[in-house]
């Protein structure tokens, strides 16, 4: 047993309905009990999905335990299959329907419907939802694809992309398009917006084009097995990982095409001197491993912000953020437990999150500025407007996207001289942001969150930066504090931190001005 | 259009035979409960033993996720919890005591069994007897079952508030109990209202903390205030009080026809009541009048979804003069009921449980003007060209009582006015 308040994922059943609901005449008859059906709304109202999505759920309730849950199953089965007449049907169970072991799959096949019935299997109490999406992409691919002649021109499939994703859809347009520049056509995208008739296809292409390991990587294996397809391993995230995947892409079609990058933008406005500012800037990196690898290259190697630490939820990938971890000098966090996220956050004190919905959350109670970078998605994540993560286009709203918390560049500077300034100060925090600035509490802000925290649920946690050190073993004298508090907010914490460890390690018990900006030097990088 | 309350002639809906549906429910389980609870509820906490599912929900069913200090969580059922490798009492036992050792406000703890908890038999009443053995006199643990298998979204609450009522303790004092978590600020309108009429001794369940739990006798007189609390309902008749029964008070002839029964049941003068409500029947009557506007006429299409269906159907119908083609209810509490049914002239189905397939093809061949579902099947009932208001809002919203009655209203307009307001044709 284990306590939890948020979830980084849903159960794997919510990722097969992922898989189903991104695709097309296919349909997934889930026996489940009344009450999962919660989970069309996050695909009509957080996608704003104009249909429902293509899911029959049996809604057994307590008296149907005692009878037949196993009829009751066959029926929506039938029932499903002459409503919709989909081209192949995934039947399953979700985690109670599991407990009472009906084999929705043994059922469904003495059916003798005329369509691939698919049935799966997704342990609900050990998986979560990116298995749930790999899972089931692969038992599609493996009952439907069919042995066939390559394509006489270059093709290829864009394997990954569902229902839910983080910018899925926008991602598929834009590396379409790459792929075209390069002189490479998509045989077929899928999971999300392919049918069962386009999935028995996939084998015509010449190799697959994986975007996101976490909901494909098992198909694109088995169809590089058995349908001699290999796959692309760089997913093309920023500057340097789309030129990595353009060269990928050239090795494995045999191409010398190249790609037109008079609309990249990313490298001018990182090298322009507005952007001087952001130099340095220590950035916290948390969501699924793909998104984390790419924003951690990005972040280093094309903004030249600081990584201060990183980590990612999906446990099937912690070997590979451990070592990306090392790469970049900080112990990589893998956990699916957000009070740890938070805590490493608060540790690591950085000026930005590149997170997920829940670090957004964390970042806007510790006051700390966050762009969202993965999944966990909430409707703001479905804009209307294009905005890819991959490709040059991707590089480009990616600038955007993590230069929008920050402060900006003069308006930085501003803060730092005139700090003091009863309307003009750091608490008012970014002038973009809107939000009317009060006046200057003597002292400024605490600058961490409200009664509210959800803090109180883990109250042995650090409660944020207390000013005056209570455990006794450093005190601030009182004019020190006072210039601590004259550091802008962003800041405050880190130089906080520094001075106490620059004092401790000399053995002092009180920290003067002069302590204060010993420390500054010492640290000066 | 009428200008005053649309009150039948006729015989109400309460002997219109029932349409009984059983298929595939498009409706939230009773844990859906716990998002209001636990606000309402400033000192308890709610433990879900359930699995990643249960969790999901609740993350998902808020809309947003609230970040604001969430009382609840999710004790999450592991493989080796149901392979009886760990024995899940003393699993449970140790997150408790965890979770009240980081948590010393918290004095009541409910255990909310799931789907899951319930297939697998773990007998939470035990846990919850036990675990209060061990945290009195700190904390006192309940438990009930907010399971989709047993629960239907606003189920969850009438569990929680059943369980309650073994622990109220005895009282011989004539009393009144409104019953039915209610937003703070309408609970203190309400309690306004009574003590203006003369109705000093109230008290409201749910309480906002444990030690304000109502006492409960043989003179005890309650009314409910929302459609769904028919166990709470029984619970309490067992335990010798009597329920007052009345229109739900929605609306102004909703409130003024609840205030009413209950005055009636205290001897309030009838030239008390009238000086007490004039004013906020006023008040009321002019609120709707604006929305009423955009609704007379209209027709109005209920999915079943909060068992609030019946009394709002009451409202659309006799005070904003809307037409019901069906009223869809999950469960259809006659008893409790029936003084709306009665109040709705005969015409709308009245149908209970679902299929939704097949309700989905009666909506659309029905074409009403708004359409109340689901956030699972409003867009794509709009994008459909039906014009619909998503249910979960009117539990999270402030609806009850007089001076709700315009905002009630409201939620049910906007729809309609934000169509006619959406323009995207070319000027010409």
Same mark, same amino acid.
């Given at each position: 047993m284990k306590l939890t308040v948020w979830t980084y994922e849903g159960p794997p059943h919510v990722g097969a309905m992922r898989v189903a609901t991104g695709m097309k005449d296919l349909h997934y008859v889930l026996h489940a009990p009344q009450g999962d059906t919660y989970a069309d709304l996050l695909f009509t109202m957080i996608e704003r999905r104009d249909h429902r999505p293509p899911v029959t759920f049996t809604t057994f309730q307590a008296r149907d335990l005692g009878s037949d849950t196993a009829s009751l199953f066959k029926d929506a089965c039938l029932d499903a299959y002459e409503r919709f007449k989909p081209e192949a049907i995934i039947v399953g169970a979700s985690c109670t329907a599991e407990l009472i072991q009906d084999d929705p799959g043994g059922l469904a096949e003495t059916m003798g419907l005329p369509i691939p019935v698919i049935p799966l299997e997704l342990p609900s109490y050990q998986r979560k939802e990116n298995f749930g999406c790999d899972e089931t992409f692969f038992q599609i691919v493996r009952h439907l694809a069919q042995p066939q002649e390559k394509t006489p021109h270059l093709t290829a499939n864009i394997l990954g992309p569902t229902g839910l994703g983080f910018r899925h859809r926008d991602d598929v347009t834009e590396i379409t398009g790459l792929l075209e520049e390069l002189g490479v056509t998509v045989n077929v995208a899928a999971p999300m917006g392919a049918s069962p008739v386009e999935i028995a296809r996939l084998p015509a292409a010449h190799f697959n084009v994986l975007l996101y390991p976490e909901t494909a990587e098992a198909a694109a294996r088995w169809l590089e097995r058995n349908h001699d397809q290999p796959y692309t391993k760089t997913v093309p995230i920023g500057v340097g990982a789309t030129q990595d995947f353009i060269a990928?892409?050239?090795?494995?079609a045999g191409l010398e095409g190249r790609s037109d990058i008079s609309r990249l933008r990313l490298p001018w406005y990182a090298k322009s001197v507005d952007s001087t500012y952001l130099t340095g800037k220590r950035v916290f990196i948390f969501g699924d491993a793909t998104h984390v690898k790419a924003a951690a290259r990005i972040a280093r190697d094309e903004m030249g912000?600081?990584?201060?630490?990183?980590?990612?939820?999906?446990?099937? !990938?912690?070997?590979?953020?451990?070592? +990306?971890?090392?790469?970049?000098?900080?112990?990589?966090?893998?956990?699916?437990?957000?009070?740890?996220?938070?805590?490493?956050?608060?540790?690591?004190?950085?000026?930005? =999150?590149?997170?997920?919905?829940?670090?957004?959350?964390?970042?806007?109670?510790?006051? =700390? *500025?966050?762009?969202?970078?993965s999944a966990p998605v909430h409707v703001q994540d479905f804009p209307a407007r294009y905005s890819p993560q991959m490709g040059w286009e991707g590089a480009n709203v990616i600038f955007d996207t993590w230069v929008h918390p920050l402060v900006m560049g003069l308006e930085e500077h501003l803060?730092?001289?005139?700090?003091?300034?009863?309307?003009?100060?750091?608490?008012?925090?970014?002038?973009?942001?809107?939000?009317?600035?009060?006046?200057?509490?003597?002292?400024?802000?605490?600058?961490?969150?409200?009664?509210?925290?959800?803090?109180?649920?883990?109250?042995?946690?650090?409660?944020?930066?207390?000013?005056?050190?209570?455990?006794?073993?450093?005190?601030?004298?009182?004019?020190?504090?006072?210039?601590?508090?004259?550091?802008?907010?962003?800041?405050?914490?880190?130089?906080?931190?520094?001075?106490?460890?620059?004092?401790?390690?000399?053995?002092?018990?009180?920290?003067?001005?002069?302590?204060?900006?010993?420390?500054?030097a010492h640290f000066a990088r | 259009m009428k200008d005053g309350p649309n009150i039948p002639l006729s015989t109400g809906c309460r002997d219109t035979p029932v349409l009984r549906e059983r298929g595939q429910r498009e409706v939230f389980c009773g844990l859906t409960g716990i998002i209001w609870l636990h606000r309402k509820m400033q000192d308890a906490f709610f433990l879900v033993v359930g699995s990643r599912t249960c969790?999901?929900?609740?993350?998902?069913?808020?809309?947003?996720?609230?970040?604001?200090?969430?009382?609840?969580?999710?004790?999450?059922?592991?493989e080796k919890d149901l392979a009886g490798l760990a024995d899940a009492h003393e699993e449970l036992d140790r997150e408790v005591a965890r979770l009240l050792s980081r948590r010393p406000d918290i004095r009541q703890l409910f255990l909310v069994g799931s789907c899951p908890s319930e297939v697998i038999k773990l007998d939470l009443a035990r846990a919850a007897e036990r675990l209060t053995r061990v945290h009195a006199p700190q904390v006192r643990v309940v438990n009930f079952s907010g399971s989709g298998i047993e629960t239907t979204f606003t189920q969850g609450e009438d569990a929680c508030l059943a369980a309650q009522v073994p622990i109220m303790g005895d009282t011989d004092a004539r009393e009144l109990v409104v019953v039915g978590a209610l937003p703070d600020v309408v609970e203190d309108q309400a309690k306004a209202l009574l003590n203006d009429l003369g109705i000093d001794k109230v008290s409201f369940f749910p309480s906002r903390t444990a030690d304000a739990l109502p006492e409960i006798g043989p003179n005890t007189v309650f009314a409910l205030t929302q459609p769904f609390l028919g166990d709470t309902h029984a619970a309490l008749t067992r335990r010798g009080a009597r329920h007052i029964s009345a229109p739900?008070? !929605?609306?102004?002839?909703?409130?003024?026809?609840?205030?009413?029964?209950?005055?009636?049941? !205290? *001897?309030?003068?009838?030239? +008390?009541?009238?000086?007490? #409500? $004039?004013?906020?029947?006023?008040r009321a009557q002019k609120a709707i009048a604006a929305h009423r506007e955009t609704l007379a006429g209209k027709s109005v299409f209920f999915f079943p979804d909060s068992q609030l269906e019946v009394p709002l159907a009451r409202f659309l119908?006799?005070? %904003?003069?809307?037409?019901?083609?069906?009223?869809?209810?999950?469960?259809?509490h006659k008893a409790l009921c029936g003084p709306d049914l009665d109040l709705i002239p005969q015409g709308p189905i009245i149908s209970e449980g679902q299929d939704v397939d097949k309700q989905?093809?009666?909506?659309?061949?029905?074409?009403?003007?708004? #359409?109340? %579902?689901?956030? *699972?099947?409003?867009?794509?009932?709009?994008?459909?060209?039906?014009?619909?208001?998503? $249910?979960?809002?009117?539990?999270?919203?402030?609806?009850?009582?007089?001076?709700?009655?315009?905002?009630?209203?409201?939620?049910?307009?906007?729809?309609?006015?934000?169509?006619?307001?959406?323009?995207?044709? $070319?000027?010409?």
């Amino acid at each position: 047993m284990k306590l939890t308040v948020w979830t980084y994922e849903g159960p794997p059943h919510v990722g097969a309905m992922r898989v189903a609901t991104g695709m097309k005449d296919l349909h997934y008859v889930l026996h489940a009990p009344q009450g999962d059906t919660y989970a069309d709304l996050l695909f009509t109202m957080i996608e704003r999905r104009d249909h429902r999505p293509p899911v029959t759920f049996t809604t057994f309730q307590a008296r149907d335990l005692g009878s037949d849950t196993a009829s009751l199953f066959k029926d929506a089965c039938l029932d499903a299959y002459e409503r919709f007449k989909p081209e192949a049907i995934i039947v399953g169970a979700s985690c109670t329907a599991e407990l009472i072991q009906d084999d929705p799959g043994g059922l469904a096949e003495t059916m003798g419907l005329p369509i691939p019935v698919i049935p799966l299997e997704l342990p609900s109490y050990q998986r979560k939802e990116n298995f749930g999406c790999d899972e089931t992409f692969f038992q599609i691919v493996r009952h439907l694809a069919q042995p066939q002649e390559k394509t006489p021109h270059l093709t290829a499939n864009i394997l990954g992309p569902t229902g839910l994703g983080f910018r899925h859809r926008d991602d598929v347009t834009e590396i379409t398009g790459l792929l075209e520049e390069l002189g490479v056509t998509v045989n077929v995208a899928a999971p999300m917006g392919a049918s069962p008739v386009e999935i028995a296809r996939l084998p015509a292409a010449h190799f697959n084009v994986l975007l996101y390991p976490e909901t494909a990587e098992a198909a694109a294996r088995w169809l590089e097995r058995n349908h001699d397809q290999p796959y692309t391993k760089t997913v093309p995230i920023g500057v340097g990982a789309t030129q990595d995947f353009i060269a990928e892409i050239r090795t494995l079609a045999g191409l010398e095409g190249r790609s037109d990058i008079s609309r990249l933008r990313l490298p001018w406005y990182a090298k322009s001197v507005d952007s001087t500012y952001l130099t340095g800037k220590r950035v916290f990196i948390f969501g699924d491993a793909t998104h984390v690898k790419a924003a951690a290259r990005i972040a280093r190697d094309e903004m030249g912000f600081e990584v201060c630490g990183l980590g990612c939820y999906n446990r099937e !990938f912690a070997r590979d953020i451990r070592a +990306l971890g090392r790469e970049f000098g900080v112990d990589a966090l893998i956990t699916d437990d957000y009070l740890e996220v938070e805590a490493a956050i608060m540790e690591a004190a950085p000026e930005m =999150i590149l997170g997920t919905q829940m670090e957004r959350h964390i970042g806007k109670r510790l006051g =700390i *500025g966050c762009a969202v970078i993965s999944a966990p998605v909430h409707v703001q994540d479905f804009p209307a407007r294009y905005s890819p993560q991959m490709g040059w286009e991707g590089a480009n709203v990616i600038f955007d996207t993590w230069v929008h918390p920050l402060v900006m560049g003069l308006e930085e500077h501003l803060l730092h001289m005139f700090r003091e300034d009863f309307e003009f100060h750091d608490d008012a925090g970014a002038s973009h942001h809107g939000g009317h600035p009060g006046p200057r509490v003597e002292g400024g802000q605490p600058p961490v969150g409200d009664a509210d925290s959800p803090r109180d649920i883990s109250g042995s946690m650090e409660a944020g930066v207390p000013v005056v050190q209570t455990d006794g073993s450093i005190v601030w004298e009182e004019a020190a504090e006072r210039e601590l508090k004259k550091i802008p907010f962003f800041v405050r914490g880190k130089a906080k931190r520094n001075t106490e460890a620059f004092a401790v390690e000399r053995g002092m018990s009180e920290i003067s001005i002069e302590t204060l900006y010993e420390a500054k030097a010492h640290f000066a990088r | 259009m009428k200008d005053g309350p649309n009150i039948p002639l006729s015989t109400g809906c309460r002997d219109t035979p029932v349409l009984r549906e059983r298929g595939q429910r498009e409706v939230f389980c009773g844990l859906t409960g716990i998002i209001w609870l636990h606000r309402k509820m400033q000192d308890a906490f709610f433990l879900v033993v359930g699995s990643r599912t249960c969790a999901h929900l609740l993350q998902s069913a808020a809309g947003v996720m609230i970040f604001a200090e969430p009382r609840f969580g999710t004790a999450i059922l592991e493989e080796k919890d149901l392979a009886g490798l760990a024995d899940a009492h003393e699993e449970l036992d140790r997150e408790v005591a965890r979770l009240l050792s980081r948590r010393p406000d918290i004095r009541q703890l409910f255990l909310v069994g799931s789907c899951p908890s319930e297939v697998i038999k773990l007998d939470l009443a035990r846990a919850a007897e036990r675990l209060t053995r061990v945290h009195a006199p700190q904390v006192r643990v309940v438990n009930f079952s907010g399971s989709g298998i047993e629960t239907t979204f606003t189920q969850g609450e009438d569990a929680c508030l059943a369980a309650q009522v073994p622990i109220m303790g005895d009282t011989d004092a004539r009393e009144l109990v409104v019953v039915g978590a209610l937003p703070d600020v309408v609970e203190d309108q309400a309690k306004a209202l009574l003590n203006d009429l003369g109705i000093d001794k109230v008290s409201f369940f749910p309480s906002r903390t444990a030690d304000a739990l109502p006492e409960i006798g043989p003179n005890t007189v309650f009314a409910l205030t929302q459609p769904f609390l028919g166990d709470t309902h029984a619970a309490l008749t067992r335990r010798g009080a009597r329920h007052i029964s009345a229109p739900f008070p !929605f609306g102004e002839v909703g409130t003024t026809q609840w205030l009413a029964a209950v005055a009636a049941e !205290f *001897g309030v003068d009838q030239d +008390l009541f009238d000086r007490v #409500t $004039a004013a906020p029947r006023a008040r009321a009557q002019k609120a709707i009048a604006a929305h009423r506007e955009t609704l007379a006429g209209k027709s109005v299409f209920f999915f079943p979804d909060s068992q609030l269906e019946v009394p709002l159907a009451r409202f659309l119908v006799n005070e %904003c003069g809307m037409d019901a083609l069906e009223i869809g209810t999950p469960y259809l509490h006659k008893a409790l009921c029936g003084p709306d049914l009665d109040l709705i002239p005969q015409g709308p189905i009245i149908s209970e449980g679902q299929d939704v397939d097949k309700q989905l093809d009666r909506a659309l061949s029905a074409n009403p003007d708004l #359409t109340v %579902c689901g956030l *699972g099947l409003a867009n794509p009932l709009e994008a459909q060209n039906l014009r619909t208001k998503w $249910a979960i809002e009117l539990v999270f919203t402030p609806v009850h009582f007089y001076e709700q009655a315009g905002d009630l209203a409201g939620l049910f307009s906007r729809p309609l006015r934000r169509s006619e307001m959406l323009h995207f044709e $070319a000027a010409e």
